[in-house]
């Protein structure tokens, strides 16, 4: 019998509703809340409210987009951690209310843990154990993979991540929000060895990522003192150097646990890993050190359904379920070892 299964993701600004049959996409469906962009930054309860709005429609067109009736959902998933509660607390709702009235398994998933397992979402798809590098706004994680639901986190950010820090060197620069992807557009017409700023070095598999941002602060506010326009006329050149600086320090521990694990099949997964910059570093250090890189199409690397159907089905297989108890969780550890 085929498992079919509805998948929802609410973690955060995006509705995202997926179906997925035996492993394989069927649709990916993800309503984006531009409401956020005037303020700078997500606004928690306006996203809950968005998500409200958006979650029947997107799951619907998911469905038709399919070809799938209600009634051929054997399983339905959802995100359970972590994230925004008010946003999650949509999500696991809907989940729960559609699982209810049909009778039908429920299954919670972990964000972190889905980012990791859109590499399994296509071909080709990377053998185990293998490591990713898990790169979002709110995370930043060096995972080794033994089996789909057998991660161990090796490191991860003690403070903030580097997906915050690109944020936060957008908003001193004047780039609107999301600002990230403002940085790796203007850093490709940018000299990256310009401006050096330090590159924080952590115990084991650990990162920091609050030293640069506090670096980039004084740097620009010592050179205004002297240049008023320096950022506008330098901009190209200040984002080319602060992405240069984030990524040596992820490839730096990228490395060191590829050596010391002796692995060779290496990953990247989350929403910075749509960075062109990290996307182009870690295919270059492959062919230098001998590894075959995995890197998700981009719709899997940001926040989407699909990639938490995917967990979904692999916990389908082992049996993996929860009852209707369970509740989300701004914060939850999620190794399995």
């Known amino acids: 019998m085929s498992v079919t299964i509805l998948a929802i993701e ?35 309860e306006m996203a809950s409210r968005a998500h409200m709005q958006n979650i029947v429609p997107v799951v619907d067109v998911a469905l038709q987009n399919a070809g799938v009736k209600k009634e051929e959902i054997t399983a339905v998933a959802f995100t359970q951690a972590p994230g925004l509660i008010g946003s999650l607390m949509v999500g696991a709702g809907f ?60 490191g991860e950010t003690v403070d903030d991540a580097a997906g915050e820090a690109f944020d936060k060197t957008a908003k001193m620069l004047g780039l609107p929000y999301p600002g990230g992807p403002l940085i790796d557009k203007n850093a490709q017409e940018g000299d990256p060895l310009r401006f050096k700023f330090p590159v924080t070095s952590m115990p084991g598999f650990n990162f920091s990522f609050s030293g640069i941002k506090t670096a980039v602060l004084n740097f620009l506010q010592q050179q205004k003192k002297t240049n008023p326009n320096f950022v506008e006329e330098n901009i190209k050149d200040i984002c080319a150097s602060v992405q ?39 295919q270059e250090q492959g062919a230098e050190l001998g590894w075959e890189v995995f890197i998700p199409k ?11 159907g995917i967990t979904a089905y692999y916990k389908y297989l082992d049996g993996e379920f929860a009852d209707l108890s369970v509740t989300p969780s701004a914060r939850a550890s999620w190794t399995h070892g």
């Open 10 to 44: 609410s973690s955060c600004d995006d509705t995202s509703a997926a179906i997925i049959r035996d492993g394989k996409v069927l649709s990916n469906l993800i309503a984006t809340q531009k409401v956020h962009e005037q303020y700078g930054g997500v606004v928690p």
């Open 95 to 154: 989940a729960k209310a559609f699982a209810q009235a049909r009778n039908l398994p429920l299954i919670a998933v972990h964000h972190m843990q889905a980012h990791v397992l859109a590499h399994f979402i296509e071909d080709p798809k990377p053998d185990f154990p293998f490591l990713c590098l898990t790169v979002s706004g709110g995370h930043t994680q060096i995972v080794l993979c033994k089996s789909p639901l057998e991660l161990e986190v090796l």
């Open 244 to 282: 240069y600086t984030i990524i040596t320090m992820l490839m730096n521990k990228l490395k060191k646990a590829a050596k010391e694990l002796n692995i060779k099949q290496v990953g990247i997964a989350g929403g910075v890993s749509a960075n062109s910059g990290l996307r182009k570093t870690l």
């Open 298 to 308: 981009f719709e899997y690397c940001t926040d989407n359904a699909a990639m938490i």
